[in-house]
Each structure stands twice: as structure tokens, then as C-alpha cells.
């Protein structure tokens, strides 16, 4: 499985534009780069996924380059809801045989401030 | 919506019990995982299953086994509960991926606090 890394933690300001970028050097033909929120004392919650290019939904845009080799999440204007942690996921589309494990890395913790 | 349960939010034992941990899923995922999530580690899979009796070992299984008799709950026991395993437990579940599918999405249970005294 690929290992992933991301930094461990980033300020930022309300209203601002977040990018957290992850490196996947390792990542496969066939796997996905999925990307989870964690809020304190909850469990992680979907984001966004994509494969490569980018991809975009009412959370986050997800920009993977041409050799998927590390993608950027992004999050648009930011609000003190958006402080959380962040986990970068890279693997298991269809073909691994084991129904797709989940393995998360150390995550960012982006922190809001007003 | 999409709904996983975990038994308990908070829970208390003595070193050397047996602890049984739930969780039970509502949307007929066939893949089911446990997870430790403790300060500075991130989140680590103990073990997951990807069928009803099937069962495979993650990063941290020693101390801990599961049961997986029906689709829809994934047990994970202590079977001699220590101190080391005072932790936060996260259970999720996802689909199978299909072929010609993306990874799919996992949906995590609120979690359960677990202290060994």
C-alpha cells in the first residue's frame, strides 16, 4: 500500500484558501486518493476522492498532476467549522482482493483562527 | 443516511477482563474495520473483515481478535484487557469495490472511549 505523507499541522484565517498537499510517491495504476475530515472526539468523515486531474464537489477540490505522485486538497474560504484533521488516503480500487482496506497516515491539523 | 452504531460511547474496565466492543452498520456493507486512534499515532486498523466470517489482520491486531457472524455487526474483543488499551475506537464500513469501480467511501461510527484501570 502506498504510503502517504502530508505536513502535521497548518494555521490559516477565516475567509482564506487552504491547500494541503500530500505525497504519494509510491501510488499504483489502479488506486484512488481519497480524502477524510476528522473533527474532535468524532470519527473521520468523507470528502472528496479522485483518481486524477480534478475533481470538485460543495466541500473541497481535489487536484491530482499528470504523475499522481502527491494531489492537493483544497478548501475554499475557510471558517472556524473547517478546524479539523485532515487525512490523505491513497489505495485499494477494485482490484486489491481484500475489499479495500483503509490505511491512514499521522493527517494535518489545519487550525482556523478568526 | 447511512448509519454506524457503536455500542457504547465511553467505557470502563479492570485490567485482565474480557471486553466485547460493537458496532453495527445499517447499509449491508460487506466491509467492516476497527480502528485505535490515540494522540500522536493517528489511526490505526487493528483488524477488518470483508464477508461475514472472514477476517484479516491489520497493523495492530496483538491483544485483540474479532467475530463477524453476521453481515451487519463486527465485534472486537479484548480477550485480557490492559492498560495499554486505553484508547478511542473507531468501527466503519464501506462496500465491496466493484470492478471497474473507485475505492469506496467509509462511514465511521461515533467511537468509543475505552479506559483500563
Known amino acids: 500500500l502506498a504510503k502517504t505523507t502530508q505536513p502535521i499541522s497548518m494555521d490559516s484565517y477565516e475567509g482564506q484558501e487552504v491547500n494541503i498537499t500530500c505525497s504519494h510517491n509510491?501510488?499504483?495504476?489502479?488506486?484512488?486518493i481519497t480524502w477524510y475530515q476528522q473533527f474532535p472526539s468524532q470519527g473521520p468523515r468523507f470528502i472528496i476522492q479522485g483518481y486524477k486531474t480534478k475533481v470538485t464537489n460543495e466541500v473541497a477540490s481535489l487536484f491530482i498532476p499528470a504523475d499522481r505522485k502527491s494531489s492537493t486538497l483544497s478548501l475554499p474560504r475557510v471558517s472556524l467549522s473547517d478546524t479539523a484533521v485532515y487525512y490523505c488516503?491513497?489505495?485499494?480500487?477494485?482490484?486489491?482482493?481484500?475489499?479495500?482496506?483503509?490505511?491512514f497516515g499521522q493527517g494535518t491539523e489545519l487550525s482556523v483562527k478568526p | 443516511d447511512v448509519k454506524v452504531t457503536q455500542s457504547s460511547r465511553y467505557l470502563v474496565k479492570r485490567t485482565g477482563e474480557k471486553v466485547f466492543l460493537e458496532c453495527v452498520q445499517d447499509m449491508d456493507h460487506e466491509n467492516m474495520f476497527w480502528y485505535r486512534q490515540d494522540p500522536g499515532l493517528g489511526l490505526r486498523l487493528i483488524y477488518f473483515s470483508y464477508d461475514v466470517k472472514m477476517k484479516e489482520k491489520g497493523d495492530i491486531p496483538e491483544g485483540y481478535s474479532v467475530s463477524r457472524e453476521k453481515k451487519e455487526r463486527f465485534s472486537l474483543i479484548l480477550e485480557s484487557a490492559s492498560t495499554n488499551q486505553t484508547s478511542m475506537y473507531l468501527c466503519?464500513?464501506?462496500?465491496?469495490?466493484?470492478?471497474?469501480?473507485?475505492?469506496?467511501?467509509?462511514?465511521f461510527g461515533q467511537g468509543t472511549r475505552l479506559t483500563v484501570v
Open positions: 488516503l491513497v489505495g485499494d480500487g477494485p482490484i486489491y482482493n481484500q475489499g479495500g482496506k483503509l490505511i
Open positions: 509510491n501510488i499504483a495504476t489502479n488506486d484512488y
Open positions: 466503519a464500513s464501506s462496500l465491496y469495490p466493484r470492478t471497474g469501480e473507485e475505492a469506496t467511501e467509509a462511514f
